[in-house]
Structure formats: structure tokens, C-alpha cells
């Protein structure tokens, strides 16, 4: 998460959608001048040594546990700036970003050694290294089952409760992955970011997949029609509230 006292908003973080970026982003509007002055958006580890609270805003959060968390459910960041103020929920700009859901498994199933998913799923995920394009398929069914089961069984898919609270979308505004830069130009000038430079949103965590295989064919040659089924009934809302299709 991020919140910025200077421009007011609140941007809550999901997964597996171009998070990483616009995180690094607009991490600097949220710093006191002396930090943002000193930040470097073209590396990574830097937005990890900038968590915590500032005058000017919040960058993360700190857990009671001293680990770090750019990830927060949108319950938990409203609570957190209830206890300060509840104007802050009530009033800043919230965002945060979607992405097509058929898109969006495939780049999970490929990030599988950072699977941001529900603990008792990743036992019953074996992966074997697949060599081609069958056994990715074959492979990627498995995935899908275990986390429609264990989903269905508790709920919604995890990635919704970093932009709904209680089944509801809270956002002001949602970014399509599909267009990042146009909507993050969009959040700039609605929130009077005047400083803002395209050139320095960088592409982080996007070569999870393996060399050998051809994502230029986007994710349809990873479905049959059952796994389509499985990921609509998984992400039916968004697929209503976006207009994603396959």
C-alpha cells in the first residue's frame, strides 16, 4: 500500500499485475522531500528500504513481526488509517490495478516460486519443470483445480480482498493492466502530480517466464475449455465489472 498526504490518495497493491511497477512508481510522493529527492525508481531493493510512516505519508507496512509488506488487504489499510483518521479513507483518491483473469493465472502459475496464494494450496502443487507446452498445460490444469477448490472453500480469490472490502470494490478508479501507463497518467493528473515523468516507470518481476516457451501467443494456448470454465467461476465479478472476455 501506499498513501500520500500531499496529493491524497491510496494506492492498494494486488498482485500479478503490473503492481510492482506503479508501486515503485509513485512510492516518492509519499516521502518526506529529503527521501524522494535521494530515491533511485530504477532499482527494486530501494522501495523496501523506504517502508514505513511518514509526515508525508505511508509506504508499506511494517508488521509486529519487523517484516516488511507492500501487499495489504483493503480492510487492513482502512483500519489502519481509521485509527488515524477516517476522513483519510473517506476522502483520498483509492486505486489499485486489474487485469484480465485468464492473463493473470498464467503469469501466477509462471511466478510459482513467489505465489503470493493461501498456504494450503502450495502442498498440493507439484511442480515438475515441464519441458513444452503440454506438460506447462497439464501442469497448469493441476495448479487451477487445487486453487478453485481451496478457493471456493474459502471464499473468494485472494486477489480480491486487495480491492474489496466485505465483496465490495472500493476503488475510485482501477487501472487495466492492459493499459498501465495511460492509467497511471490518468492518477497523476487527477491527483495533481505535476512532476510526474512516464520514463521512469520500469518493468519489474515480468521474466518469471521460462525462455522456452512463446508467451508472445498471450495465455489462450495455456486453456481448454474446462480450465476456462474453472478461472470465470473463480473471477466471475471481475470478469462482469471489467468486460474481460478470453
Known amino acids: 500500500m501506499l498513501v500520500s498526504h500531499k496529493y491524497k490518495f491510496i494506492f492498494l497493491k494486488s498482485v500479478k499485475t503490473g503492481s510492482t511497477s506503479t508501486y515503485i512508481f509513485f512510492l516518492p510522493y509519499c516521502l518526506p522531500?529529503?527521501?524522494?529527492?535521494?530515491?533511485?525508481c530504477t532499482k527494486l531493493k530501494?522501495?523496501?528500504n523506504q517502508t514505513g510512516i511518514y509526515e508525508e505519508?505511508?509506504?508499506?507496512?511494517?508488521?509486529?513481526?519487523?517484516?516488511?509488506?507492500?501487499?495489504?488487504?483493503?480492510?487492513k489499510v482502512?483500519?489502519?488509517l481509521d485509527n488515524i483518521d477516517s476522513n483519510i479513507w473517506e476522502n483520498y483518491f483509492k486505486f489499485s490495478i486489474v487485469r484480465n483473469p485468464f492473463d493473470l493465472l498464467v503469469s501466477l502459475y509462471f511466478y510459482k516460486k513467489n505465489l503470493i496464494l493461501n498456504p494450503l494450496i502450495e502442498?498440493?502443487?507439484?511442480?515438475?519443470?515441464?519441458?513444452?507446452?503440454?506438460?506447462?498445460?497439464?501442469?497448469?490444469?493441476?495448479?487451477?483445480?487445487?486453487?478453485?477448490?481451496?478457493?471456493l472453500k474459502n471464499g473468494n480469490p485472494e486477489s480480491y480482498s486487495f480491492y474489496k472490502i466485505k465483496n465490495k470494490y472500493i476503488c475510485d478508479y482501477f487501472i487495466k493492466y492492459e493499459n498501465l501507463k495511460e492509467g497511471?497518467?490518468?492518477?497523476?493528473?487527477?491527483?495533481?502530480?505535476?512532476?510526474?515523468n512516464?520514463?521512469?516507470?520500469?518493468?519489474?518481476?515480468?521474466?518469471?517466464?521460462p525462455i522456452n516457451f512463446k508467451y508472445e501467443n498471450m495465455y489462450r494456448d495455456m486453456y481448454?475449455?474446462?480450465?476456462?470454465?474453472?478461472?470465470?467461476?473463480?473471477?466471475?465479478?471481475?470478469?462482469?465489472?471489467?468486460?474481460?472476455?478470453?
Do not use: W
Request: hydrophobic fraction near 25%; charge should be positive.
Open 33 to 40: 522531500k529529503e527521501k524522494s529527492e535521494k530515491y533511485d
Open 46 to 48: 530501494n522501495s523496501r
Open 57 to 75: 505519508g505511508m509506504v508499506g507496512l511494517i508488521r509486529k513481526d519487523k517484516s516488511k509488506r507492500q501487499h495489504v488487504t483493503a480492510s
Open 78 to 80: 482502512k483500519n489502519i
Open 123 to 151: 502442498k498440493f502443487i507439484i511442480f515438475e519443470n515441464p519441458k513444452n507446452l503440454e506438460e506447462h498445460k497439464e501442469n497448469f490444469s493441476k495448479f487451477l483445480n487445487n486453487l478453485h477448490f481451496f478457493k
Open 184 to 196: 497511471i497518467e490518468y492518477v497523476c493528473k487527477k491527483c495533481n502530480i505535476e512532476n510526474y
Open 198 to 209: 512516464l520514463e521512469n516507470l520500469k518493468y519489474f518481476r515480468s521474466n518469471s517466464k
Open 224 to 246: 481448454d475449455d474446462k480450465t476456462k470454465e474453472l478461472v470465470y467461476d473463480l473471477y466471475k465479478e471481475d470478469f462482469e465489472k471489467f468486460d474481460y472476455k478470453f
